[in-house]
């Protein structure tokens, strides 16, 4: 069984900058990819960064050039660095790890960006 927990979302100004973390437990092998979905209200479920258990990553364009998303392996977590927010930005943000073809997903962490 694995589980994802969150944190590090909050309110912040526009222009600001939030770090969210996840920490894996569980079974968790050494090839997967992790990453960061959001989810406005009203929307659907969207990728915005992941990162390969070799180093890959992936960014939605709407985020290129100020979101960084980093992992630990060894401490089983990936962080997702975000710099220069919109209220755009505003959303749930939901921690995934994909494994063996089998999705794992944390509760969220919501992120509110004021203008």
């Known amino acids: 069984q694995v589980q994802l927990v969150e944190s590090g979302g909050g309110l912040v100004q526009a222009g600001g900058t939030l770090r969210l973390s996840c920490a894996a437990s569980g079974t968790i092998f050494s090839i997967n990819v992790m990453g960061w979905y959001r989810q406005a209200p009203g929307k659907q479920r969207e990728l915005v960064a992941r990162i390969f258990s070799g180093g890959n990553t992936n960014y939605v364009d709407s985020v290129k050039g100020r979101f960084t998303i980093s992992r630990d392996s060894a401490k089983r977590t990936v962080n997702l660095q975000m710099n220069s927010l919109k209220p755009e930005d505003t959303g749930v943000y939901y921690c995934?790890?994909?494994?063996?073809?089998?999705?794992?997903w944390g509760q969220g962490t919501q992120v509110t960006v004021s203008s």
């Open positions: 995934n790890l994909l494994q063996l073809q089998h999705n794992y």
